[in-house]
């Protein structure tokens, strides 16, 4: 039997009277694997980073890493015991050292460490170049934590924390840096375990997900699963990427909606014929044809630059979120009539 | 690590419990059957002394209003000749104890005195005395007191000033408001808890005085605190007169907490400009600076100047006064009495921040008011308590008597002097450790450093500047301080302060000026070093 790399039983985290997480359980079988943590804020996703590290005890349950027992009720190691690295959110670089100084600050750990870091490479992968002298209080927030980033990786963990490490980062500096840190994380085979609340972000660099609703891991997934698969309405809410309709099972392979019609498609779970059923509809599972039957009314569109999000409304008041190419030869304005094609096809009926 | 909490635990307590002593004293006493001289002093003085030091605090709290707040006006927004230096300068007053000051003023003024030596000088020989002035009594207790405490009230309000951002001056602009708009209704507003801050540490200062008034000869709740514990051996009463006294400044104190809490809110560090100040030229930049000068030259420049002539004037008492010795019982005091203080509070300091624990936090906020009480109470209660203490131990284990390890020892001295200044020293170290959040010492235990590590490269190697200077501005204190000093110390251990005293009391103020013109010297150094600090944030 082999033993997981991190194992979290049962454990209940407690930020505050309100902020808990419930009986949680998390387990990273393999070396290398980067899990995200998805979930509105203050919701105690921060808490559980911190739980794993040490700074916080728990009162039930148990963390172990590598087989060995970190945080339980009767046990607690010290945070400079554990070799866990965490990367703050907000501005935690010692005021008083160059930032040169605050990446090496813990560098002399772990000098027998399976993997090493040129300290002048990884500045130049975080786009650190230029910083090295200067201050804490002299660099930009989103510096300040790529500079926290560094400083964590330095310092070799066993396991990498990172809470909302992008949060204070342009755009488009955002993008490169998922790569350039997605690529380091695996080519070292670090793991690690990040919170974010941005679900893309969390796709992009996880193995899996687990997103963290009302005080409960609702589900722990890979990205595409989480995506196609949501395992509840909660699930589906809190993504924001789709709409539920009211549906009616009427065979192994379709359900019929009052105003689309039939909708053809493989159910996630069967269901009896005649169920009631709320179907899961998402922007791109429709299409968009002109010459179609089948028209709504757009009630709002919204430009994103590689696209246009279309709302649709239909007879008995649904409001239905369309993908349309950017490059779509002509545009609808609201109010005009918008044509779908029939028959629609959805590839996984996801229904509640 | 549960047993190193114990420590910090036992640690805190030990001194609050300490800090605590003089209040506690103080108020059992009051319910101890009192002494005939009591219920005498009750009937006759009791509201004569009330009076006294009422009518003093009135006074000194509308003179040192009007300086402290116009002298921090026109240095805050306006240019005239000079005033760089006048912003600095001013401070300089904090170097004069009101006691030393009303030496000066009477050397000045009394009889065949500066003044009259200088107008015969002028004018020949003539019978001047009589139409010279005389600011002794409760008059020269005011002018002295004011003019030494105004600077509370000039920096804080100053500080004030200068923390306003531009931004809001400009909003208020903005918003159709004019130039005297905004400073009626936007400036002097946000400063009033500023303000209010200032006088309450004046009225504070003013009520616990006992050089000035003693010298005066003025009753007050001070000296008669202190006539009774020196004349009468009645300890008792002196406590019970306390009372009253504590009463009054423990609510005045809660009342510059209270302010200080206000004042802090507009020190918005980002987008902070300074607001630009205006030209002043003609007859409105005279009256500015002379009005500046004046208060400098009579706040700082006239007593110093009254001391040293009277030093060199009268260079016999050179000899007397034994000069070597006199600097280096006070250097020393003081030094010891910081380092104690200062280690001591960044010790609780650390314990405190490292356990994280909710009561060793209310437990030091409970201990900071030993600030509040005046020497010559703290050093009265001092000496209630340790006889007591002392005798109980005889009684109860025949230990041989404890009383002179604290009773007229540097033991004791340094004791209450800690008592007295540990809230200073503890509230600006705390002050300067909140700035380290508490997310970069868990950086630093994450990094695989302990917590004396942490402390060591990451605490100490960051407050080290600013508890420097702590030490310095508690040294300052310590300088000036008088009644502690008087009561507590050895015999015939003196300080500039007590030989000062010891001369003046003694009808010698020719022979005061030495060790005064010392105080004032070293006294100044400090403030000198810590100008920068001091206009900047206290």
Redesign the interface.
């Known amino acids: 039997m082999s033993i997981n790399f991190l194992e979290i039983k049962n454990t209940t985290f407690v930020a505050s009277k309100l902020n808990k997480v419930l009986d949680f359980n998390l387990t990273i079988k393999n070396e290398g694997d980067i899990i995200c943590l998805l979930g509105p804020s203050g919701i105690g996703k921060t808490t559980i980073l911190r739980s794993i590290a040490g700074l916080q005890k728990i009162s039930k349950g148990s963390i172990a890493l590598k087989g060995k027992i970190l945080s339980s009720d009767k046990k607690h190691l010290e945070p400079e015991k554990r070799n866990i690295a965490l990367s703050f959110q907000d501005n935690s670089l010692f005021p008083h050292y160059s930032i040169l100084d605050n990446i090496n600050f813990g560098a002399k750990r772990n000098r027998n460490s399976k993997y090493n870091f040129d300290v002048k490479e990884l500045i130049k992968v975080l786009h650190l170049e230029g910083l090295e002298k200067k201050f804490p209080h002299q660099i930009s927030a989103g510096e300040a934590q790529r500079v926290s980033l560094a400083r964590s990786l330095m310092s070799k963990p066993d396991l990498l924390l990172l809470d909302e490490p992008f949060s204070n980062i342009d755009q488009s500096l955002k993008v490169e840096l998922q790569l350039n840190i997605k690529k380091i994380l695996k080519d070292k085979k670090i793991t690690t375990i990040m919170v974010t609340h941005d679900s893309y972000e969390a796709f992009y660099m996880a193995d899996y997900c687990g997103i963290i609703l009302s005080q409960t891991m609702k589900q722990y997934d890979t990205p595409y699963n989480i995506y196609h698969y949501p395992n509840s309405i909660e699930v589906v809410n809190f993504l924001n990427r789709g709409i539920l309709v009211d549906a009616k099972v009427i065979d192994s392979q379709s359900v019929e909606h009052k105003c689309l019609g039939t909708i053809k498609g493989n159910f996630v779970k069967k269901y009896p014929k005649g169920t009631l059923v709320k179907l899961l509809v998402q922007p791109d599972d429709l299409e968009h044809d002109d010459t179609s039957k089948l028209k709504l009314e757009i009630i709002d569109r919204k430009f994103r630059g590689t696209n246009f999000i279309y709302t649709l409304k239909t007879k008995n008041n649904d409001l239905i979120p369309v993908f349309v190419h950017s490059h779509h030869i002509h545009q609808h304005e609201v109010k005009e009539k918008f044509g779908i094609k029939t028959p629609i096809f959805i590839d996984h009926l996801v229904c509640f | 690590?549960t047993k190193n909490i114990n420590y910090w635990y036992l640690g805190s307590l030990l001194i609050s419990l300490l800090v605590a002593l003089p209040i506690l004293t103080v108020f059992t006493s009051f319910f101890y059957t009192t002494s005939e001289y009591y219920t005498l002093l009750k009937d006759t003085f009791l509201i004569h002394y009330i009076l006294n030091s009422s009518i003093i605090l009135i006074a000194v709290l509308f003179l040192t209003f009007l300086f402290g707040v116009l002298s921090a006006y026109f240095v805050s927004f306006y240019n005239f000749p000079g005033v760089n230096f006048f912003k600095w300068a001013l401070i300089l007053s904090f170097a004069v104890p009101a006691y030393i000051y009303a030496y000066s003023l009477t050397a000045f003024f009394e009889n065949f005195g500066t003044l009259f030596a200088i107008i015969t000088w002028l004018f020949g020989e003539g019978n001047y005395n009589k139409f010279i002035p005389k600011f002794d009594g409760m008059i020269g207790a005011i002018l002295s007191m004011s003019f030494s405490l105004f600077g509370y009230v000039y920096v804080l309000t100053r500080a004030s000033f200068y923390h306003q951002s531009n931004n809001l001056i400009e909003v208020s602009k903005n918003l159709g408001f004019s130039a005297k708009e905004s400073f009626f209704k936007i400036i002097l507003p946000s400063a009033r808890p500023a303000i209010v801050a200032g006088l309450s540490l004046v009225a504070m200062e003013c009520l616990s005085d006992f050089g000035t008034v003693s010298f005066f000869s003025v009753s007050t709740l001070t000296t008669g605190i202190y006539n009774s514990w020196l004349s009468f051996d009645d300890l008792n009463t002196a406590n019970q007169l306390s009372f009253f006294l504590l009463l009054i400044i423990l609510a005045l104190f809660f009342i510059e907490n209270y302010s200080r809490g206000g004042a802090k809110y507009h020190q918005s560090s980002q987008g902070f400009k300074q607001i630009p100040k205006i030209d002043l030229n003609g007859k409105k930049a005279l009256i500015v600076t002379i009005f500046c000068a004046s208060l400098f030259f009579i706040s700082f420049i006239f007593p110093t100047l009254q001391m040293f002539y009277w030093t060199i004037k009268f260079p016999k008492y050179f000899q007397d006064a034994n000069l070597w010795l006199l600097n280096f019982n006070t250097l020393t005091l003081v030094f010891l009495a910081s380092l104690v203080l200062v280690s001591l509070s960044f010790l609780i300091n650390f314990g405190n921040r490292i356990s994280k624990s909710k009561f060793l936090d209310n437990l030091s906020l409970f201990s900071i008011s030993g600030y509040a009480i005046p020497g010559v109470i703290l050093a009265v209660a001092f000496i209630t308590f340790f006889s007591w203490f002392s005798d109980f131990l005889t009684d109860l284990f025949g230990f041989i008597s404890i009383k002179k390890i604290f009773i007229g020892s540097i033991i004791g001295l340094i004791l209450a002097y800690f008592i007295r200044f540990y809230s200073l020293a503890f509230n600006g170290i705390k002050s300067n450790y909140l700035?380290?959040?508490q997310?970069?010492d868990?950086?630093?235990?994450?990094?695989?450093?302990?917590k004396f590590r942490t402390f060591r490269k990451?605490h100490f190697?960051?407050l080290k500047n600013s508890i420097f200077l702590i030490s310095i501005l508690i040294a300052i204190e310590i300088i000036k301080e008088l009644p502690i000093t008087l009561i507590l110390r050895p015999f015939n251990f003196e300080t500039f302060a007590t030989k000062a005293y010891a001369y003046a009391s003694q009808d010698l103020l020719e022979a005061a000026a030495l060790p005064a013109l010392f105080l004032i010297f070293w006294a100044g150094l400090l403030i000198f070093f810590t100008s920068k600090h001091i206009l900047s944030e206290k």
């Open positions: 690590m700035k380290i959040n997310s970069i868990e950086s630093s235990y994450l990094l695989g450093y302990s990451i190697p960051y």
